[in-house]
């Protein structure tokens, strides 16, 4: 049962409009969201994370909204650039683990 | 990012050989993983160490051997593999309760079984 889904494989968007990618969880444990960016032949980079003590956290271009209500987060870029086409992968974790369970990922491609 | 390196980038080997993956990182981190990525599948969490002592085993056949020395470095022993093992092996790093507590990822050893 995979407790971390991110439902869109793939996501296309203009240069500068926003790109919206979801994340849905099972576990309500879960009180810890991150996520990362990969590009080809490198690992996952972190990007934003957010604790389900807030409902929004912001850095320059990338918000990442949580409703814990609805088990949901999703990543905000705004605007997007060419530079955002990566894949992202959304993780969470239960604080005192060190368990983080990932999403298979969305691969965004911001079209020039 | 350079803080976790891995090596080899890649790696093809026969079934029946033996071979090592290592990782090393240069963050100060206390905790280190191993992950699996196959094609179209979520990271799958392998084992993690905290502070050089095994602290999760995911379930994780015997022919993958970790093995931790010390905080910085981080081994994957293989032997024995099968075609389906053939997969990018990512290393990870982390300080819990630190920051952003988030892990940094290596670039991966692309692994191939012949």
């Known amino acids: 049962d995979q407790q971390v889904k991110q439902n869109s494989p793939s996501l296309s968007v203009q240069e500068g409009r926003i790109s919206i990618l979801n994340c849905d969880y099972t576990n309500s444990m879960f009180d810890y969201f991150l996520w990362y960016k990969k590009y080809p032949a490198e690992g996952p980079t972190f990007l934003i994370s957010?604790?389900?003590?807030?409902d929004k956290n912001e850095d320059g271009r990338f918000t990442v909204f949580l409703n814990k209500s609805a088990k949901h987060l999703s990543l905000h870029i705004v605007p997007s650039q060419p530079g955002d086409s990566a894949v992202y992968f959304c993780a969470a974790s239960h604080s005192g683990t060190y368990k983080y369970i990932f999403g298979t990922g969305t691969r965004l491609k911001v079209l020039a | 990012e350079t803080g976790v390196t891995q090596t080899p980038r890649h790696l093809v080997m026969g079934m029946t050989n033996k071979k090592s993956l290592k990782c090393e990182q240069h963050?100060?981190?206390?905790?280190m993983y191993w992950y699996k990525q196959s094609a179209k599948k979520p990271l799958e969490l392998m084992f993690v160490y905290n502070f050089k002592e095994q602290t999760e085993n995911n379930s994780v056949p015997s022919r993958f051997s970790p093995e931790c020395p010390n905080s910085s470095h981080l081994f994957l022993h293989l032997h024995t593999l099968q075609p389906e093992d053939s997969a990018l092996y990512l290393c990870a790093s982390s300080q819990p309760g630190q920051g952003d507590g988030a892990q940094h990822f290596g670039d991966g050893t692309r692994l191939s079984i012949l």
């Open positions: 957010i604790s389900s003590i807030k």
């Open positions: 963050l100060g981190h206390n905790a």
